[in-house]
């Protein structure tokens, strides 16, 4: 058994064990608890009350019950931000409707004293409509809808930073909006312990949608999250978080749908579990980063279904020093999607670099469209402002700190091709136009254009291509592979469109093993 293999093979015996933890947290979570009735606190059904109080109010009578159920009945409740504490449950009856209110001082800006300091300030907003600090065995379940309201919310906040009441220092006056950091969040959850999302509608926040950061034994099942009010709308956001499992999850984002964060040097996000989501978004799928200050490690991703998104099917990035090792991607189907697999390792710092390594991705289908993906969207992602051919996957580190380790297999994409060197050219030969962009946003697209049209390595030491599929919808002038600066490279089992010119490059490549009808194939460049 490979290094990787038996790697993949303890993370999952890890992540099998760690769900039989899990379902006793639900357990506990489920236990018989008294039950708070908002209604009986005041709080009115009419969309137009603010309740905040009343709801507040109930939750703290079953924080010092010692623990309750918190129920919100048939009807709309509208709030502001709220504030969840250990031991109680926000239980919504079906036709319960939480309202976020689209008055911005309605909304807390919480501290969270005692939280590790993060390098990055810029875009992380501490205000939501459900809050959560340090509080434990907490949960939200039931058949209800969580809407922020954020459009409108998002709206308010902008007229207010013209009229001088209250301004946004960081406003983007390029893109014509309040940062992230004045906008609230659908939640904000920060250093809790055994946390159940389940159910539940969500969405339609003025930022991100549910957000977690240093959380541990973390559950989300069974939710449909639409967030598409407003920019910077991802789905959910993970932010070094242990013992993690997302489940049985339907994403429609108008930002990346599942998100991996780090923004705490020596934190990570360690055992997540994601599996049987089905996701739609004006970004990326799923996303390691971009902020990546303490890393990610032991992730499992199978059974996605991925659609009508803007960008990558599954990025990984570390950009900021993260440590990125043993992550298995399984089983992703993903169609009308602008790019397959993004990997990169960056350093936007200027310190050094983190690592990528034991990557293994199999079994995965992915159509890649000639148009974009997310044309019928009313947000969508931003183009970008040079022209191009459509993009390959690329896995691509930096010169002396390589990617290692990566195993693709059983992956079949399809490629629309029509490609024209009118549009954009990158000759064999001038190989090294491709730029580094070390200190870049990473993105498919950072590079520019790039000289193959199924995949582009760079910077990588260790990576097996086996039982790969390529196919063209029409003809692609480029190769179907282009290596450049190598080392350790296996590929077995390739198809790909027989073309006049050949279909795999090697430039500095050093230990390639090809399997013998790929050899005809094959051009050696300096």
Not at 61 to 75: I, L, S, Y
Not at 255 to 283: E, F, M, Q
Not at 481 to 491: E, P
């Amino acid at each position: 058994m490979s290094k990787i293999k038996l790697k993949l093979f303890f993370i999952a015996l890890f992540l099998s064990l760690f769900s039989i933890g899990f379902k006793c947290q639900a357990q506990k979570i489920t236990q018989s608890q008294k039950e708070f009735l908002i209604t009986d606190y005041a709080s009115k059904a009419d969309g137009k009350t603010l309740n905040t109080i009343a709801i507040q109010k109930a939750i703290d009578d079953a924080f010092k019950n010692k623990g309750g159920r918190v129920v919100f009945p048939k009807g709309r409740f509208l709030s502001g931000s709220i504030i969840l504490k250990s031991n109680v449950t926000l239980f919504f009856e079906e036709g319960a409707v939480l309202l976020g209110s689209t008055n911005p001082k309605d909304y807390i800006n919480m501290a969270f004293e005692g939280r590790p300091d993060s390098p990055k300030k810029d875009d992380n907003s501490q205000m939501a409509l459900i809050l959560a600090h340090k509080a434990n065995n907490i949960a939200l379940k039931g058949k209800g809808t969580i809407d922020g309201q954020g459009l409108q919310l998002a709206l308010n906040i902008d007229s207010l930073h013209h009229a001088g009441s209250t301004v946004d220092p960081k406003y983007t006056l390029r893109r014509n909006r309040p940062n992230e950091t004045m906008r609230p969040k659908l939640f904000r959850f920060s250093q809790c312990n055994t946390v159940v999302v389940e159910g539940l509608k969500a969405g339609e926040s003025s930022c991100w949608g549910l957000s977690f950061e240093l959380c541990t034994n973390l559950t989300l099942n069974n939710l449909t999250i639409v967030n598409r009010s407003y920019w910077n709308n991802d789905g959910i956001d993970i932010t070094d978080c242990k013992n993690v499992k997302v489940i049985n999850c339907d994403i429609n984002a108008a930002d990346d749908g599942i998100c991996l964060k780090s923004y705490y040097p020596g934190n990570y996000n360690d055992s997540v579990y994601i599996a049987n989501c089905t996701i739609r978004s004006s970004a990326s799928a799923i996303k390691f980063g971009t902020a990546s200050f303490g890393g990610f490690k032991n992730i499992i991703i199978k059974d996605i279904k991925v659609y009508d998104t803007f960008r990558s099917a599954i990025a990984i990035e570390s950009v900021d020093g993260a440590v990125i090792e043993n992550i298995d991607v399984s089983n992703i189907l993903a169609v009308n999607t602008g790019n397959a697999i993004f990997i990169r390792l960056g350093n936007r710092s200027g310190d050094k670099p983190g690592s990528i390594k034991n990557v293994s991705i199999k079994n995965i289908k992915v159509q890649v469209p000639f148009d974009r993906p997310d044309s019928n969207y009313d947000l969508r992602g931003p183009e970008v402002d040079f022209f191009h051919n459509p993009f390959p996957s690329s896995i691509v580190g930096l010169k002396g700190y390589a990617v290692e380790n990566v195993v693709l297999e059983n992956i079949e994409i399809n490629y629309p091709g029509r490609a024209s060197k009118g549009m954009a050219y990158v000759p064999l030969n001038r190989l090294a136009q491709v730029p580094e962009t070390a200190k870049d946003y990473p993105e498919f697209s950072m590079f520019g254009e790039l000289p193959a049209y199924g995949f582009y390595i760079r910077h990588v030491n260790g990576i097996i291509f086996k039982n790969i599929k390529l196919t063209l919808d029409d003809s692609d002038f480029r190769p179907a592979f282009v290596f450049d600066d190598a080392q350790n490279v296996k590929m077995d089992k390739i198809v790909f469109p027989i073309e006049k010119h050949k279909q795999i490059i090697f430039k500095d490549v050093i230990l390639s093993l090809l399997e013998d009808q790929l050899l005809e194939h094959k051009m050696d460049i300096k």
